[in-house]
């Protein structure tokens, strides 16, 4: 009877389950569609799907680039794109070229306002930008946000696009005309790089909510007040309006169908030039006559209706949803670890694609100790340190041999002749040439290093090196981060390790926690080497940030403590130079400055691996400096079939 | 029974304090801070890493900073996260909470229920290839490397034979014009959940009182009507679909904390039974002639279910607690990678807030269990 009564009511609930499931309409709750989105159709529409590894923290930009802790490439990679700037980067080659302005800005000018000297600079704004909400991008909304990030004194990265040392006001000429007024005449990286750069907000969106920030009294409660707002139907200018997020699931954005640059057409020369153009509604060319052949061409969409951002909490389970079909692109800063791409490779309906990362993963040394205060000792470690060897055999092309200080992947910017002490040279070369090296500094040894017959390893260790003062060469110690940490750098320190102790230099590579090694390092005298990276940005003032002695302070990035009076001078230039050329002329002799002086020895870069649907996408390109999720997955270039 | 509640309840304040105190100072030994993750960002200079370092208090001599946490805890609010700032820590629990309770519980009662099950039989019919072969393959499932096989459990029927979804707890083209969120569903799902069993007990309850329940219909009808009503509910208020979207994300992942845990209890209630098997009351229920399946069922499986019961309720306590393992495989964001993203960026408050919600869910589990060892045998009394 039991069992009757069980089957009788797995029946009625499967039933039950079924009729319940039968989706039946439901009012849409106000704020989760954006009006301006609609019209997008849900039925057949095209949907670009991407794979994410970590949940947004926020939809708020003010809080993406103010707060610190939301500052992630995984909000970015969805609020990208949403608000326009005046100037933005070019494809491929990374230009300076105008976004929101019409061509390139007024020279700066010094003149005086309310009694002081300011230095200015005057934009025009292209005609016809419109927000989501119908209302025109103008120059009052660039007033407007770059106003309200010095009023409210917002930090982070706000700082680095708004410098309050530099930035005086702005002010709208005009709807479309404006004008940037500087405290002291700004370099490349605070005027052109820094706040022509800034992502421009919605006046009339973001007034009324900072004005009610305003009310909270003093300023972390009005910051807190300005982080804390959740966006509801925030006007886009930008190809994608944000429209729901399901926490721990997946963020959505669709078609913005007044996307003022879609159908504009971007051409690409092999001889430099540049020209974008939308037939009937604006045109622009630049660095050079547009003739010859084309490198790069391609006309902006969007193609699709949507964007969806699905969020996965490992890469196996992401790789098994892109050969399934289940997401067509993998947004990852890392890319696919290099197993998971074999297995990708060659699978049908699916591409994979390789470039060089905008990061390098570097030894230091700290300056205030010997004998890393002597470019021979430092000279004598590059050429020690076999970076083809580790990248083409240990680690199985896992990493990229580096050498320059500026990736060679930004291409306007890196410096093509910088030397690389050491490539190619086999193993009995470089033991003698650093042993040469040092000798010729005045090192001596008790018992010199000597090769074995075949030249493949070091038969006889050096012990008892001495400096060049006749003291002992210290125990030294190399802090690096652990296997679990990074395998690749936990490799390269025990081969450092090796290497250096055959020739008789008393190194220990300590195998660490990253925290372990970021406290040691603030330390200024608590440290002899270490091993750690950086991700980089375009604009190459971190060659200033990195190793200008200023800098070389507790907590301060120039941590290994490097002072070179004539670098410091140049490094200072680079900041204020407001010529583009001779901005690439002072980056590129600073990088040789740092290949002849090695206050880092640059290892290598890690290339990013991707993969996409083939069979349903199509980019216009490729190949870019830090892969295509560098530029979020291309949302409004790519096609989606 | 009440004084000895009094002085549960005083333990466990004792335990929660020094919990709250190891807790605090272990999260603090580690080298670093919050700051730290911003001191490699070039962008940033060492003024905005001070900044931080004071907005987050992390500047404060580490006796005021524990303080400071002392008092949080004693007055319910945990201050905000720094790694989801300006969110309170609450907020984040309460957004998490939910997802990984409908998964973990779920699981661990089926787990229980899968364990206790088989458990009975190999106690009952022992030496059979059945008790082998459930031992062995248990043990096995419960010493797999999890990670990997999770990853198969994925591979096998969500990748190749595509029964299932692929991980997550939804799918964002079902989820797109929903009028609710997922949080809300799961919060419907665990009150009806809670709703169906809190009406069971009850019933049964007054179907004891009124002598019925040896009446086998009885019950089933009563269980019947109670998860008919809940489904009809459910299809009334049109998000059924969004909730059976969710069940069907859920299965692979239970079927895989399932396998890997259901040994656990099984062998639990496999040695509880053979014990009392040996009892005379086992001897004398045969003696009087009553069916095997009643000798089994209400005699034996009965009074070894007590340190199951135990063993269930403290695990439950445990299961909001997530796990990171099944939440990082099955893409299932919840408590377990939340605490573990909270330590390793030092997120103190965050981790604070969430240990002392586990911890505090453990303590009030242990007193549960030993009120409940009074209801379940009659046999035991505290003074």
């Known amino acids: 009877m039991r069992v009757i009564w069980l089957w009788l009511a797995l029946v009625a609930l499967a039933l039950s389950i079924t009729i319940g499931c039968n989706k039946s309409p439901v009012p849409s709750p106000t704020g989760i569609t954006p009006p301006q989105t609609q019209a997008v159709a849900q039925g057949g529409s095209k949907v670009y799907k991407l794979g994410v590894f970590s949940d947004l923290t926020t939809t708020n930009l003010w809080t993406l680039y103010g707060s610190g802790p939301d500052n992630t490439v995984w909000n970015l990679y969805v609020l990208a794109g949403g608000h326009p700037s005046l100037y933005g980067y070019s494809d491929q080659r990374f230009d300076w070229i105008p976004s929101l302005a019409e061509g390139f800005p007024t020279p700066l000018k010094e003149e005086t306002f309310q009694g002081r ?57 005009g709807p479309h005309r404006l004008k940037v007024a500087f405290k002291k005449k700004p370099g490349l990286s605070i005027w052109q790089f820094g706040i022509a750069f800034m992502p421009i907000m919605s006046k009339a969106y973001w007034e009324p909510v900072v004005a009610e920030a305003k009310k909270q009294g003093d300023l972390p409660a009005i910051q807190k007040a300005l982080f804390s707002h959740a966006p509801q139907n925030e006007p886009t200018a930008g190809g994608f309006a944000f429209k729901r997020r399901e926490k721990g699931a997946f963020a959505e954005k669709v078609k913005n169908p007044g996307y003022y640059f879609a159908g504009s057409v971007v051409t690409e020369y092999e001889n430099g030039a540049y020209v974008e153009a939308k037939p009937g509604v604006y045109s622009f060319s630049a660095y050079g006559e547009p003739s010859g052949a084309k490198a790069l061409e391609y006309t902006t969409g969007p193609f699709v209706d949507g964007v969806i951002f699905s969020i996965y909490g490992n890469q196996e389970s992401a790789v098994l949803a892109l050969k399934k079909g289940e997401i067509d692109f993998l947004l990852n800063p890392n890319g696919v670890q290099r197993g998971l791409l074999e297995q990708l490779q060659g699978q049908p309906g699916i591409a994979t694609i390789e470039n060089a990362a905008n990061s390098y993963r570097y030894l230091g040394f700290n300056f205030r100790r010997a004998p890393m205060d002597q470019k021979a000792f430092r000279q004598a470690v590059a050429l020690l340190i076999d970076k083809e060897f580790i990248t083409r055999t ?145 604009y190459p003032d971190y060659l200033e940030a990195f190793f200008h002695s200023r800098h070389a302070v507790a907590d301060g990035l120039n941590r290994g403590g490097y002072a070179n009076p004539e670098y410091d001078r140049l490094a200072s230039q680079l900041l204020v130079e407001t010529d583009m050329q001779q901005a690439k002329q002072i980056a590129g002799q600073l990088q040789l400055f740092l290949a002849e002086d090695l206050p880092y020895v640059v290892l290598y870069t890690s290339p990013v691996l991707e993969a996409y649907r083939s069979d349903r996408l199509k980019f216009p390109y490729t190949d870019t400096l830090d892969g295509i999720q560098d530029l979020s997955g291309m949302t409004t270039a790519v096609v989606v079939e | 029974m009440a004084g000895y509640l009094l002085r549960r309840l005083l333990q466990v304040l004792v335990t929660l304090f020094l919990f709250v105190t190891l807790s605090f100072f272990l999260i603090q030994a580690q080298p670093g801070d919050y700051s730290s993750f911003y001191s490699l960002n070039p962008k940033l200079p060492p003024e905005v890493q001070s900044r931080v370092r004071a907005q987050f208090g992390l500047d404060r001599p580490l006796g005021e900073q524990y303080l400071l946490h002392l008092k949080n805890f004693a007055t319910g609010n945990f201050g905000v996260s720094f790694s989801h700032y300006p969110q309170s820590v609450l907020e984040v629990i309460l957004e998490r909470l939910p997802r990984t309770a409908a998964l973990f519980l779920t699981a661990t009662v089926v787990s229980f229920y899968a364990g206790f099950f088989l458990g009975k039989m190999l106690a009952w019919r022992r030496g059979g290839w059945v008790e082998y072969s459930a031992t062995i393959s248990g043990v096995a499932l419960f010493t797999v490397f999890t990670p990997w096989f999770a990853l198969m459990m994925i591979w096998l029927f969500a990748f190749k034979l595509g029964w299932f979804p692929l991980g997550k707890f939804l799918d964002p083209l079902v989820w797109r014009n929903a009028p609710v969120s997922a949080n809300q569903v799961f919060g419907y799902m665990l009150f009806t959940g809670a709703a169906i069993a809190v009406i069971l007990f009850l019933a049964m309850l007054l179907l004891a009182q009124l002598g019925l329940r040896r009446r086998g219909w009885l019950p089933a009808a009563v269980a019947i009507i109670c998860v008919a009503s809940a489904v009809i509910a459910w299809a009334g208020s049109g998000v059924g679909y969004l909730a059976l979207d969710i069940l069907k994300h859920m299965v692979l992942p239970i079927a895989t904390l399932t396998l890997i845990s259901f040994a656990g209890t099984m062998l639990l209630t496999r040695n509880s039974m053979l014990e009392t098997l040996r009892e005379d009351y086992i001897t004398a229920a045969r003696a009087k002639g009553l069916p095997e399946k009643v000798v089994r069922d209400r005699h034996a499986a009965r009074n070894a279910l007590l340190p199951v019961v135990t063993s269930l309720v403290f695990s439950l306590a445990f299961a909001v607690d997530g796990g990171v393992i099944t939440e990082s ?17 030092e997120d103190l408050p965050l981790a604070m807030g969430a240990l002392v919600f586990v911890g505090l869910l453990a303590l009030v589990a242990h007193a549960v269990a030993d009120v409940l060892y009074v209801y379940l045998d009659p046999r035991i009394r505290y003074q």
Do not use: C
Not at chain 1, 414 to 443: C, M, S, W, Y
Not at chain 1, 458 to 468: D, F, H
Not at chain 2, 329 to 345: K, R
């Open chain 2, 329 to 345: 495989v099955f893409s299932w964001p919840g408590m377990g990678l939340t605490l573990l993203d909270a330590v390793l960026s």
């Open chain 1, 394 to 538: 240990v680690l199985q092309g896992a990493a990229i041999p580096a050498y320059g200080y500026v990736p060679p992947g930004n291409v306007f910017w890196h410096q093509p002749k910088i030397p690389e002490p050491g490539k190619d040279l086999n193993r009995a070369d470089r033991v003698a040439q650093a042993v040469q090296t040092l000798k010729a500094a005045g090192f001596t040894w008790e018992t010199e290093p000597r090769m074995g017959r075949d030249g493949s390893f070091v038969e006889v260790r050096g012990k008892g090196l001495r400096m060049p003062n006749g003291e002992l060469v210290p125990d030294m110690e190399l802090l690096a981060p652990s296997a679990g940490y990074d395998p690749l750098r936990a490799t390269f320190a025990i081969w450092i390790e090796r290497w250096l102790s055959e020739v008789g230099i008393p190194v220990r590579a300590n195998l660490t926690g990253f925290n372990v090694i970021v406290e040691r390092i603030n330390n200024p005298n608590g440290f002899d080497m270490w091993m750690l990276g950086w991700s980089l940005t375009n």
């Open chain 1, 117 to 173: 000297t300011v230095w200015t600079a005057e934009v025009t704004l292209k005609k016809g930008v419109q927000w989501s909400d119908g209302k025109d991008v103008t120059g009052d909304d660039f007033v407007f946000t770059a106003a309200t990030v010095q009023d409210l004194q917002l930090t982070s990265n706000w700082v680095s696009i708004v410098d309050p040392e530099f930035f005086d006001h702005a002010e709208a000429l």
